[in-house]
Structure formats: C-alpha cells, structure tokens
C-alpha cells in the first residue's frame, strides 16, 4: 500500500486532475490511498470570504464559478458539489449576520476547500473508470484535540483509521488538512496540513511509502522561489527533512515529519507536472555520500526578545523561572542563545506578546523586535565539517549580512541564523553560491 498526496498546485485545472488521474492508474498494482488537499488557492480565498463576511454578506461566487467550470471541464455533473456550496453560502451568511468569526468557525469555512476537491477528484476517478470514493478524514476515524487551526491529531485515530480502510473497497480519496475533534467540531492541522494527514494515514495503514505529489521535482537545495538555480536532491535523511521543515521549506509541514519516523516510512516528494524525475527521497539513515551541506531553508514572521538581567542570571532557577512564562502564555520558543547577563529567544507566535513581556518584566529589562528571519543550513555532514560553521559566517559578512544569533542544534546537522527580514533573500542567495557554486 502506497498513499499518495496531492497538493493543491497539483490540482488546480481540470487539466491537473486528468494528469492526476493517470498517475494514480498508473500505480493502482500498488493499492493507493489518495490523499488530497483543496484546489489551488481555494483555501486563501475561503479564508478571505470568513474574514469579509464580518463586514458586510458576501457571495461565493468565485468559489462557485472555479468549481463549476473544473466540474465542466471534467465532463462532470454541475450539481455535484451543490449541497457543499449551499452549506458554505449559509455558513457565511450566518458569519455576517453575527458578526463573529471564532478559530472553530474559521475551520469550518476552510474546510469546504478539501471538502469539495475530494469529491470532484473521486468522481473523476470514476468517470475514467475507476472505482473510487471521497472520503473525509473523520469518517475514517481522524480524531484532533480542539486547538483550532493547528488542531493535534489524538492517539485513537491510528487504529481507527487502519480498521476503517480495511473495509473501504473502493480506491479511496481522503481530505487533507481537515478532521474533527472528539466533540464533533471540525478542526484544521494547520495551513499546509495535508501533507500531515499524508503520513498520519501512511502510518496507520503501514505503508510502503508515502508519495508528496507537488509542483516541482522534490526537495531542492534551497527554495526555488528564491534561489531560481537550486537543484533537486536525491536523497535526505529524516532528521534533514525534519529540520527543513521546521525552518520553513514550505516543499513539506513539519509535523508531517512525525508519523513517519516513528513507523520509519520512507517519504518521496515527486512533481505531478514532471512525473518521471526521481524527486527525493527522504529515509531513515544517515548522512550517505556528498556535500555537508545538503539545503537551506528560511523562516521568516519571528520576532526577537532579550532579556537582560544582571541580578539573576547567574542564580539558580533563572531559566527556569524564564521559560515557565514563555510556557504558561502558550509561546513557542524557536532560537535561544544566552550570554552573560542576557537570554535572546524567538518566537513566531502571532499571540500579543503584551503579557509575556509584562511578567518578564518584573524581574529583567525585556526589549522585543519584530521583523526577523531564521536562515538554517542543514547536513548529516555538518556534524563532521568542523569548517562550515565559520563559513557559513564568513559568507554572511562578505554579504553585507547582520547576523544577529546563531545557533547549532545539539545533533549537529544544522546552523541556524537570525536576521532581518529584508535581508533574508540576500543571505540565503550567498549561502547558495557559497555551498553549491552558481
Ligand atoms: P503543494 O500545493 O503541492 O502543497 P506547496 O506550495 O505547499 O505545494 O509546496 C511546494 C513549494 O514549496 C514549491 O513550489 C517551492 O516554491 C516551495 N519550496 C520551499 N523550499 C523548498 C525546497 N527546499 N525544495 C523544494 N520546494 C521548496
Ligand atoms: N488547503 C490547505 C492549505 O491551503 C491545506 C494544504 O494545502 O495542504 O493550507
Ligand atoms: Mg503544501
């Protein structure tokens, strides 16, 4: 068994789905389970309809017109969709009327995306001929805790889900990014969560591998959007991908990461536009041959916070005392570096830092700066190359780069780097050029 995700850029135009289509044919020996997210920019656009039915009644039309002429396109029936759509129109009128939209409502507006692609793409899959049925994720059993918009799955699902799909006959086409919490609310995994729903299923079901369809030929050596001559990789390590990941290449979600180490299932990302490159494949072992540094990622929206304290530091219980206020107002620390008489740490948290910077206060001087970026560079071969490190600092500073913190994790496979925003580009370019020439 083999599960195979879609992405939304895969399945933008009926043209997509039909290419979509026969790579799934193609593969049908190797019992598929297909995985998919909502149609290309549907889910920015559901988001923007939630956030404007909060000014005045908003019509669907653009998601209306978008689904239809895929539907036409794709020799399918208008009216498949029509019940999702009026439940959708509904839903918005009620935001408008109340005025209010709650994270758990948000959910419930972004799940139509993946709602209405999955049903599209089973039908299609039926109109050439094969048996197929969509699927949404807690109908198999995908169960969350109730933390709206980055929901975590609960330990339940994994039987259920295995147990579930035992008794599907049918190829199925599961929702990516959506489930449900155990009181029957709808929940997201967080933008970008069907590559998670990918590998939560992968690893309920055991499978043989678990196949990230998207639009360019695997992980690259940096993000193609900003590095136009990255190359395709053909291998990474799980603790590589797992720290790209993390540091922002938007190619997989981090979490989607977890599930898959735990049952060792290898990861390919392959491009749905390209489907006889060999894309990366992403396995559970070490650093193999090749360059120390395998890619660079960047992670932009964080913000930085120095505390500085000259009384404390040097007590016992500091940290501690530090880090219970960054815990109790839910604040995802990121970087720390630690000096003397002064902790920084980021964080990319979108919460008002107001609190956590009041109680910090009453015992160190706090100063907060939005408006940085992490640059991370990754390899097994990090590890080994005690050089990469100054050369990585070297690189920065011939490029007119600040670097504000760095930080090397204690597995030793990345260096990450804070620095502003505006100069993100411009350092993860010279890195490029420094590690893998042009
Ligand atoms: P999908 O619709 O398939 O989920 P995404 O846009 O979420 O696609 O992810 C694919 C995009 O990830 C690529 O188009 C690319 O711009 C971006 N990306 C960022 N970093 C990398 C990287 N290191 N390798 C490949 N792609 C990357
Ligand atoms: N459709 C969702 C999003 O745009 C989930 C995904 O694409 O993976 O974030
Ligand atoms: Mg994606």
């Known amino acids: 068994m083999i599960v195979m995700k879609f992405g939304g850029t895969s399945l933008a135009e009926a043209e997509d789905i039909r290419k979509v289509t026969a790579l799934v044919r193609a593969r049908l020996p190797e019992h598929p389970v297909v995985v998919v997210s909502a149609h290309a920019g549907v ?3 559901l988001d923007r309809l939630a956030r404007a039915a909060l000014e005045r009644a908003t019509g669907i039309v653009g998601i209306r017109e978008r ?8 020799d399918l029936p208008a009216d498949l969709v029509e019940d999702l759509l009026r439940e959708l129109e509904s839903l918005l009128t009620g935001l408008s009327l ?6 758990r409502s948000l959910d419930y507006v972004h799940s139509f995306g993946e709602l209405l692609s999955s049903r599209i793409v089973a039908a299609r899959f039926r109109h050439e001929g094969i048996a197929a049925r969509a699927i949404p994720s ?3 059993g995908l169960v969350t805790d109730g933390n709206f918009g980055g929901a975590h799955p609960q330990a339940e699902s994994w039987p259920r889900i295995r147990r579930s799909l035992e008794r599907v006959k049918e190829l199925p086409v599961i929702t990516g990014y959506i489930a ?3 009181d029957g609310n709808i929940t997201t995994l967080g933008r970008s969560g069907s590559d998670y729903t990918a590998s939560i299923v992968g690893a309920a079901v055991g499978a043989g591998e678990i196949q990230i369809w998207t639009d360019v030929s695997g992980v690259m050596t940096a993000d193609p959007r900003i590095v136009p001559g990255a190359r395709s990789l053909p291998r990474l390590s799980f603790a590589e991908m797992s720290e790209l990941a993390y540091y922002g290449a938007r190619v ?13 299932i290898p990861i390919r990302v392959l491009n749905t536009h390209a489907p006889e490159h060999p894309g990366t494949v992403v ?18 929206g964080l913000t930085l916070i120095s505390v500085v304290s000259t009384r404390m530091l040097l007590q016992h219980g500091f940290m501690a005392r530090l880090f219970d206020v960054f815990a109790r107002h839910e604040v995802v620390v990121d970087m720390i570096s630690t000096s003397e008489i002064s902790v920084s740490i980021t964080t990319d948290s979108k919460k008002d830092l107001t609190p956590v910077v009041r109680e910090l206060s009453a015992f160190a001087d706090v100063e907060i700066e939005a408006g940085k970026a992490i640059v991370c560079v990754v390899g097994e071969g990090i590890r080994t190359s005690p050089d990469t490190a100054a050369d990585i600092l070297d690189t920065l500073r011939r490029a007119a780069v600040v670097t ?3 930080s090397m994790g204690a597995t030793g496979i990345n260096v990450s780097l804070l620095v502003a925003e505006e100069a993100v580009e411009t350092a993860v370019r010279a890195l490029h050029r420094a590690f893998f020439g042009s």
């Open 138 to 140: 807690w109908d198999l």
């Open 67 to 74: 689904h239809l002429r895929i539907l036409r396109e794709l």
């Open 98 to 103: 109340v005025r209010e939209l709650t994270p």
């Open 180 to 182: 449900k919490d155990r």
């Open 283 to 300: 396995l559970d072992d070490g650093p193999g041959e090749g360059p120390a540094v395998r890619s660079i990622a960047q992670r932009r």
């Open 43 to 45: 889910t920015n656009e």
């Open 404 to 406: 504000r913190m760095i």
């Open 252 to 264: 997989i979600h981090p979490s989607t990461m977890i599930p898959a180490v735990e049952k060792k």
